[in-house]
Structures are given as structure tokens and as C-alpha cells.
Nanobody, 115 residues
Framework: QVQLVESGGGLVQAGGSLSLSCAAS????????MGWYRQAPGKERVLVAR???????DYLVSVKDRFTISRDNAKNTLHLQMNSLKPEDTAVYYC?????????WGQGTQVTVSS
């Protein structure tokens, strides 16, 4: 099993930036996709950004043009650069690795954007 550990969350003012990282204990290249999800209090977990093995990316509409997902296969690391943050981006952000049979999840990192 692969273990995923997120880092980089914190408190930032609206308009600011944060960079999240997800370190995997094994190779991430074999996964169908890697992604970032978020869950705000009282809400469902939603996909924020996803990058396929091919390199193609997909974003939640509300974060497109503000967030950028990237992967470093050599370092088994996934990143999410978040710019122009808004209070509605406040949530726990989870890293996910999508395999054929199951998904693997990190423990989450809190992102709080103050107005």
C-alpha cells in the first residue's frame, strides 16, 4: 500500500497564495491519476484538481486559472499551487491516488483563508 502525506496548509489572507505538497511512500507513476480534493465543514468532499498519468489535468470550475496541479514522478510528489485564494477555498485538502481497484488518501491538511 502507498502512504500519502500532505503538507503546506495554513492560514492566509484572501488574495494570498499557498502551495500544497503530497509525498508518496512509493511510485506515483503507476497510478491512473493523482488528485487533490477538499472538504469544507458540513459539505461533501469534492475534487479540486486531477492529473492523469498522461499529464492531462482537470480542475473544479471555481479554481480554474487560480490553482495549478503538478506531479514530480521522480520524487513521487504531487503539488497544488493555489493563488488568489478566497475565503470559500477554506477546507481540509486531501491528496488522493487513483488506482484501478481503489483510491488511496492522505490524512488531509487544513487551508484557511481569512477575508
Amino acid at each position: 500500500q502507498v502512504q500519502l502525506v500532505e503538507s503546506g496548509g495554513g492560514l492566509v489572507q484572501a488574495g494570498g497564495s499557498l502551495s500544497l505538497s503530497c509525498a508518496a511512500s512509493g511510485s506515483i507513476f503507476s497510478f491512473n491519476a493523482m488528485g487533490w480534493y477538499r472538504q469544507a465543514p458540513g459539505k461533501e468532499r469534492v475534487l479540486v484538481a486531477r492529473i492523469l498519468r498522461s499529464g492531462l489535468t482537470d480542475y473544479l470550475v471555481s479554481v480554474k486559472d487560480r490553482f495549478t496541479i503538478s506531479r514530480d514522478n521522480a520524487k513521487n510528489t504531487l503539488h497544488l499551487q493555489m493563488n488568489s485564494l478566497k475565503p470559500e477555498d477554506t477546507a481540509v485538502y486531501y491528496c488522493a491516488a487513483e488506482d484501478t481497484l481503489r483510491n488511496y488518501w492522505g490524512q488531509g491538511t487544513q487551508v484557511t483563508v481569512s477575508s
